[in-house]
C-alpha cells in the first residue's frame, strides 16, 4: 500500500547489460596475373571457444578447431574474402571488460611445390594471425577493433587490414 510503511528493509536492485557487438574478418588477394589459375581458397580458423560467422562453418573433431573457407573465382568483381559477420555477446567477456579473440587467416592450396609454387603462381600460404578484441563500453554497448597479422610479422596482429599476394612468372 503506498504511503504505508510495513516492511523492515528495502531491496532495489538495478541491472546492467550491454547490447551485442559485430565484426567482420576479411583478407584481400593481390595478384600480377592470373595465369592458368581460376580460383583461390582462403580458411578461416578457430579454436572451438572462439566465436565464428554464422554459416558454413565446419569442426574438425581431432583438433577442435573451426574452419570456414571462402573461393574468391577468377570472375569475382571483388578480390576480398569476406568470412561473415561474428556476434558477439557480453556472455562471452566472462564478467571482463574486453576479450581477445585469436583467428587464423590462411590461403589454401594443393599441389605446390617446395616453393609454394604451381602453374607459374608463387602462393603466400603464410597463416595470419587475426584478432577481435571485444570492449564493454560501460554504457549499454560494446565494441569490437580488429587486427591482422603482417607479411613480416604474420604472428602478431597489428594491422588494420589482411592483403595476400601471389605472384606470377612465366
Known sequence: VPGTA????LTITNTYSAGDTTAELKATKEISDWGNATQFTFELSADAEVPMPEE???????TGRQHKQYVIHKTDESLEAVFGEITYTQDMLNGEKTKTHT?????????????????????????????VTV????????????KYGTKAVPGTASAESLTIT???SA
Open 6 to 9: 510495513s516492511a523492515e528493509s
Open 56 to 62: 558454413g562453418v565446419t569442426s574438425d573433431t581431432e
Open 103 to 131: 583467428y587464423t587467416i590462411q590461403e589454401i592450396a594443393t599441389g605446390l611445390d617446395a616453393n609454394n609454387k604451381k602453374d607459374g603462381i608463387t602462393y603466400d600460404v603464410t597463416p595470419y594471425t587475426a584478432t
Open 135 to 146: 570492449t564493454d563500453n560501460n554504457d549499454g554497448t560494446m565494441s569490437t577493433d580488429v
Open 166 to 168: 601471389n605472384t606470377y
